[in-house]
């Protein structure tokens, strides 16, 4: 089995930048891909982005410009770089470990980091 911890998360002011890292431990060879999701208070969860252990990644629309992420398949570690924070960007983040290839709403979650934009 996989078990991942988030690490990162705070409080910045809108414009501002922050780096969410993720580990995970375990069973780290079964893992294929690895990603962020997002909550807002009375939200539902949404897809930030994901990166595959062959190099491939993708973001969701409101990410594409401003977060990367990156996927270190060695140490099995994945980090999301923020840029030009909004304050619609506050949440819960949670990371997520997908071990199965059978996509991120079968993999392993993290127990959430908060981030928080606001001046």
């Known amino acids: 089995q996989v078990q991942v911890v988030e690490s990162g998360g705070g409080l910045v002011q809108p414009g501002g930048s922050l780096r969410l890292s993720c580990s995970a431990s375990?069973?780290?060879?079964?893992?294929?891909?690895m990603g962020w999701y997002r909550q807002a208070l009375g939200k539902a969860r949404e897809f930030v982005a994901g990166?595959?252990?062959?190099?491939?990644?993708n973001y969701a629309d409101f990410a594409k410009a401003r977060f990367t992420i990156s996927l270190d398949n060695a140490k099995s570690t994945v980090t999301l770089q923020m840029d030009n924070l909004k304050s619609d960007d506050t949440g819960v983040y949670y990371c997520?470990?997908?071990?199965?290839?059978?996509?991120?709403?079968?993999?392993?979650w993290g127990q959430g980091t908060q981030v928080t934009v606001s001046s």
């Open positions: 997520n470990a997908d071990s199965t290839g059978a996509g991120f709403h079968f993999g392993t």
């Open positions: 375990g069973d780290i060879n079964s893992i294929k891909a």
């Open positions: 990166a595959t252990i062959y190099g491939g990644s």
